[in-house]
Structure formats: structure tokens, C-alpha cells
């Protein structure tokens, strides 16, 4: 199920994908498409070099969460709870100027397909 949301999220046509860790902090920005490996996910963003591995077993739950004042995300995190990778939503940040609220429908729908799956967790930060 975790993978799926994670698949999901490339449908749309601009994500920012953030790991952060104590010493260093990757943003990748754009269109994605994910593959899926035996061990890991690929994250490709447009046509370029850019992309991101994902160990597939590390996904064990999700946050979705929507928020006023910062766009919304999926927050994915591994079985002790830390934080594997978060994935934004540009332009869905109600306080801002290039709000768009059709994105922002779409994420709700995104949100309410998945609110009652397991491991699946729906923050409100509102």
C-alpha cells in the first residue's frame, strides 16, 4: 500500500522530493516516475540524470498531511518511525499567492483514498 502512494504521487506533474538526514539535505523537483526494482524504488525526475533510490523494504508506514500555512506532503517513514522521505505538493499552499486550487482538490482526493488503509496515517495540521 505504501508503494502505491508512493507510485501515486508521480501522477502529478510537480512533486519535491526531500531526505534529509543529520549531515545533508536532497530536494529533487519536478515530474516523476517511479520504477520498481526488486530492493528498491527508482525515482526519476523529467528526462535528465536526476533521480533517487528508494529502499522499498524502509517504507513502512505514511503521513499524509494537509496544512494552512505550508504545501501539503506524504511524509514516509521506516519501522522505528524516523523519516525515509517526504514528498511535497507545490502550489497547495492556501497562504501563498500561487495557491492552485484544483491541485489542492486533487491532493483531498488523494488524501481521502487513502485515509483508511492500513499504515496509512491522516495528520491535521490545519
Not at 520498481?36 to 498531511?65: C, F, K, M, N, W
Request: proline fraction near 4%.
Amino acid at each position: 500500500m505504501i508503494t502505491q502512494l508512493l507510485e501515486g504521487l508521480a501522477d502529478w506533474d510537480e512533486i519535491r522530493f526531500v531526505v534529509r538526514n543529520q549531515g545533508a539535505i536532497a530536494e529533487l523537483c519536478g515530474k516523476p516516475a517511479v520504477r520498481s526494482g526488486e530492493e528498491y524504488l527508482t525515482i526519476e525526475i523529467g528526462a535528465g540524470p536526476d533521480h533517487l533510490h528508494v529502499q522499498q523494504s524502509a517504507l513502512a508506514r505514511a503521513e499524509i498531511a494537509d496544512s494552512a500555512d505550508r504545501n501539503c506532503f506524504v511524509r514516509f517513514l521506516n519501522a522505528a518511525g524516523d523519516t525515509v522521505l517526504t514528498c511535497y505538493v507545490p502550489r497547495t499552499n492556501r497562504a501563498k499567492s500561487d495557491f492552485d486550487p484544483a491541485r489542492h482538490a486533487a491532493f483531498e482526493a488523494l488524501k481521502a483514498r487513502y485515509a483508511d488503509k492500513p499504515a496509512v496515517t491522516v495528520l491535521s495540521t490545519t
